[in-house]
């Protein structure tokens, strides 16, 4: 059976069958990392849609996004604290329905528009600040919106919305102090139980869901605006969820709390990880025909085409570590190894089966032998980070470009790695190996024609889709770049740094627009 052949007979054959089977190059961004004219101090919906201009006029045919759920006052985007709720930090607020006839509301949006000058997003200032103009905002706009059509429908299809809403509120109320500090009486809650609170909470309920209901329509525009230019988006849909989220408050027996995901001792962290996440109960999950993944799969295909399915492995099984206790005395969940294969596989044709979306497996990292067949098997893209292929038990030579598998996504970084130039300035040690490959003599700052040469490599590897950060194609052109290359990095693993999530592209999407000389060099290297 070819290629062709495979792919559309397979698990995700729907989702190959719309995306074709052909050669894809795109960019990844985090969402808060852009700005225009019309910003608030941090990337917005409404910016996307410029953006997607510009990449159909450079040749781009995929966007990527980092995590975009609600988070709350937490930038991070992988500790969403719902797993549909989109973070309302990202609405454009110049976008809202009828904003404009109002004056006040004008002239704070100019205000917001001042922070763009920033050169990072400062993230706790912003929500708080956008939070309190849409309480503003919805004092004057909520009644008509609440009444209109197309909210009641959006309700009445989102069985998730109100408790979700609920939960925001309870978080104001009490601080937003987690929920295994609240009163007992609202802890533990039955299904009427919390109809009961909800009822008796309607306005403030109506308030945060009339705010996803904006972001549902905001998003779902710049869905059809990439649809008409031929442009897929690609979400991304974290394995595990905060612990301080809705679903462990009003779902507690689909997770297993006395535990927390994190990561083995390996060469790069000789101490373990404890990420802080509660492991999931699958056995429960099965019992309620993975609801809760329908459901968070069914939402995240009103936005996206594909999805990076986040730490992939973490399905076959995953390390636990006592809540609390030291990484390094965590055990793999489930300990028999003969049992991997069988759940990941079931899993993963679980999930693929709730939507008709492309997933692309994170799965990198230590990558048990049983899981590559398996995603092979499913359809499912790996991900090849050039800098990590490598004949690691052998010569430690670097895969050639043409030897990568066709079902794959090559990348030169991630948003958790050092971006390409700090790879090459510390790393001699691995960089030597690709010098002399290339034939090229070593310096630790990466010059414009080894860039060059790199980004092409990575855009005509035999993976079937390329797609790099943003940041990595601007460092063509040093006006659009910082000049401190620390400052392009978007975060670093098991660190609590003010610089975490922060990163902001330098040049705002309309000096990309105007930008002749990075359009030609993104074109020649495509070409």
Request: charged letters at 20%; one cysteine or more; aromatic letters at 14%.
């Amino acid at each position: 059976m070819n290629l062709e052949e495979h792919l559309l007979s397979c698990t995700t054959q729907k989702a190959w069958k719309k995306i074709g089977i052909s050669t894809h190059h795109g960019i990844a961004i985090s969402l808060a990392s852009i700005h225009s004219k019309n910003s608030c101090g941090i990337g917005e919906f409404g910016d996307l849609v410029p953006l997607i201009q510009w990449c159909k006029e450079v040749g781009f045919d995929v966007i990527q996004l980092l995590p975009i759920n609600d988070t709350a006052m937490d930038p991070s985007p992988y500790n969403a604290i719902s797993s549909c709720a989109l973070n309302p930090i990202y609405l454009s607020l110049s976008l809202l329905p009828n904003v404009l006839e109002d004056e006040t509301l004008c002239e704070e949006i100019s205000n917001l528009n001042e922070l763009n000058q920033l050169q990072q997003v400062p993230y706790a200032l912003i929500y708080k600040k956008k939070m309190s103009f849409l309480r503003k905002y919805y004092q004057g706009f909520g009644p008509s919106i609440i009444h209109s059509h197309d909210f009641k429908a959006f309700q009445s299809q989102n069985a998730w919305l109100s408790s979700y809403s609920l939960y925001k509120h309870l978080k104001e109320t009490f601080d937003q102090r987690d929920h295994f500090s609240w009163p007992k009486e609202f802890k533990n809650l039955s299904k009427k139980q919390i109809h009961t609170l909800v009822s008796a909470h309607q306005r403030e309920v109506q308030f945060f869901s009339v705010v996803q209901f904006l972001c549902f329509e905001q998003l779902c525009s710049v869905k059809r605006e990439a649809a008409r230019k031929k442009i897929w988006i690609k979400g991304d849909i974290p394995i595990l969820i905060s612990p301080d989220s809705v679903e462990v408050w009003e779902t507690p027996d689909l997770f297993i709390l006395d535990y927390r995901a994190g990561a083995p001792p390996d060469f790069y962290n000789p101490d373990g990880q404890y990420w802080g996440f509660p492991l999931y109960n699958w056995h429960v999950m099965k019992h309620y025909h993975f609801a809760f993944w329908k459901q968070r799969l069914s939402y995240a295909a009103n936005f996206y085409d594909l999805y990076r399915l986040d730490h992939v492995i973490g399905f076959f099984r995953i390390w636990a570590v006592l809540k609390d206790g030291d990484p390094k005395d965590g055990i793999f969940v489930p300990q028999d190894e003969s049992l991997w294969e069988e759940q990941g596989n079931f899993l993963l044709t679980t999930l693929c089966s709730f939507s008709d979306m492309l997933p692309i497996a994170e799965d990198l990292g230590t990558v048990p032998k049983v899981v590559r067949p398996v995603l092979e098997k499913l359809g499912i893209c790996s991900t090849k980070v050039m800098r990590w292929e490598r004949f690691w038990d052998d010569s430690l030579d670097y895969i050639p470009i043409n030897a990568y598998p066709s079902v794959s996504m090559t990348c030169l970084s991630t948003h958790d790695s050092p971006t390409l130039a700090q790879w090459w300035r510390d790393f001699p040690d691995e960089v030597a190996y690709l010098c002399q490959e290339k034939n090229w003599s070593y310096s630790p700052i990466l010059d414009f024609e080894k860039r060059n040469i790199l980004l092409k490599d990575s855009l005509h590897t035999t993976s079937l889709f390329h797609i790099s950060l943003l940041q990595e194609f601007l460092s063509l052109c040093p006006d659009l770049s910082w000049e401190d290359i620390d400052q392009e990095r978007i975060n670093v693993p098991g660190t609590i740094l003010l610089t975490n999530w922060s990163f902001k592209i330098k040049p705002s999407i309309e000096e990309l627009k105007y930008n002749l000389k990075i359009k030609e060099l993104i074109k020649d290297i495509i070409r």
